[in-house]
């Protein structure tokens, strides 16, 4: 258990993930805060900071304390230009109403993420977020044997950009806690490498609303310039969309971390013969597999 500064006060909210802060100021960024914060984050994966008071340059300087920053690699920002910072407005289309885990597509996919609740409605819009430990730990036995072994592929069809693909492990090891956590969601995921389309739809379609389980779930209600810091490697996150009006979030994102598994025991399923008549994603994962392994 994380050892808590005094003044701060800590308040679970679900057994699964997710604690409020109080009696912190972000903008105290010593080495000491950071540490507590690291510590917190590992403990209850998402982290809630009310009535907050950072300008952007606070904000990014806060997230770069946790690691290198990236902006959104095909997403424009509606109203703040900044090379470090993603802005999502619900007017721009920003609606992010889809459970994910950031930027999987990458072979080094986002880390954490430090959010910002710039404006919001009175109601809705509220964020649910998932422990991915949790969901890989209620899995049957003969279920997480199989995840074990499998790999799955990425891509960012969803930006219009289908043409970047990552493969990671379906189940993912955290390189700091050593627990498991089922690495697969909807948005990002488009198939399972060693299986035949079919029975990755199956398994997908499985897994993917396995994830969303209310017992492995917070969801939070915002209030403007509460700050949230989520743990990409172990949660996912959805955004009702039931709200009427502007709300605009920004977000810095640490990038960084390779996911690592345990090692696939099956080769890749590929027919090249057949590609002809195969789905997009068969001939999708075949290309990519070719250009990874350096084939012509």
Known sequence: MATIPQGWQVRRL??????????????????SAIDALKALLLEHLVLFFPAQDLSVDEHVALGRCFGELEGHPHLKNPYTPHTELFELAATHGGIADEWHTDITFRDEPALMSILHMVKCPETGGDTMWSSLYRAYEELSTPMQALCDGLTALHDALPHNRPDQMAIHPVVRIHPETGRKALYVNEHFTRRIVEMNAYESDALLRHLTRWVSNPRFTVRYRWQEHTYAMWDNRCTQHFVLNDFEGERVIQRVTIMGDRPVGDPPRWEPFVRPGR???????????????KARDGQT
Request: aromatic share 6%; glycine share 6%; proline share 3%.
């Open 14 to 31: 679900a057994p699964a993930l997710g604690a409020e802060v109080t009696g912190v100021d972000l903008r105290d960024q010593d080495a």
């Open 275 to 289: 590609l002809s008549a195969a789905s997009r994603h068969d001939r999708q994962l075949f290309q990519f597999l």
